[in-house]
């Protein structure tokens, strides 16, 4: 099993990017897809799900109207495109796979990690 990262960089605050994970290893079109990420002292947060279909997404309030999580199925890859970044947003960002439902993942379970890739927002 693999989830391979990728789309991170250098960023001026109120720029975007957009991160991809390519999964490979599992029957990647029954598996909730989200992103994590980790800033430095601080806890692993998730910022994005989605549903195994597509068909549902969810959000905290700290990214909401500015991240868009979604996923292709035909290619195996989920997507984070970022909007209006800010300084607050650095971090490494990371896509989890889960057997199950987008809520059991928002409660924090996971069956599969990637190794993630740094995001960071200049002011």
């Known amino acids: 099993v693999q989830l391979v990262e990728s789309g991170g960089g250098l960023v001026q605050s109120g720029g975007s990017l957009k991160l991809s994970c390519v999964a490979s290893?599992?029957?990647?079109?029954?598996?909730?897809m989200s992103w994590y990420r980790q800033a430095p002292g601080k806890e692993r947060e998730l910022v994005a799900a989605?549903?195994?279909?597509?068909?549902?997404?969810n959000y905290p309030d700290s990214v909401k109207g500015r991240f868009t999580i979604s996923r292709d199925n035909a290619k195996n890859t989920v997507y984070l495109q970022m909007n209006s970044l800010k300084r607050e947003d650095t971090a490494v960002y990371s896509c989890?796979?889960?057997?199950?439902?987008?809520?059991?993942?928002?409660?924090?379970?996971?069956?599969?990690w990637g190794q993630g890739t740094q995001v960071t927002v200049s002011s």
């Open positions: 989890a796979a889960l057997l199950g439902t987008i809520w059991t993942m928002m409660r924090g379970r996971r069956d599969y």
């Open positions: 290893g599992f029957t990647f079109r029954n598996y909730a």
């Open positions: 989605i549903s195994s279909t597509g068909g549902t997404t």
